[in-house]
């Protein structure tokens, strides 16, 4: 049975400065290829623009000003 590690990141976007809390879900399996990141629930003022199985490389913008928003360990 396939185990997720399950965890928040703090949103925030310095210039609407709004934050919100993404619920994040990844593989803990070392032996994976990758490690299989996606984004489980976003508040309504953020919103995914590039889905990766890699946290480092998802995007995700505020939906208000289109900034890119830089995701912080919760
Ligand atoms: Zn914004």
């Not at 990141?37 to 919103?47: A, E, L, T, Y």
């Amino acid at each position: 049975m396939a185990a997720r590690d399950r965890f928040e990141l703090a949103l925030h976007c310095k210039a609407c400065n709004i934050s919100g809390t993404a619920d994040v879900s990844e593989e803990d399996h070392p032996w994976m290829r990758h490690p299989g990141f996606g984004v489980d629930s976003i508040p309504d003022d953020f919103r995914v623009t590039k889905a990766s199985n890699y946290r480092q490389t998802t995007e995700i913008i505020c939906v208000r000003c289109g900034t890119l928003v830089h995701p912080q360990a919760a």
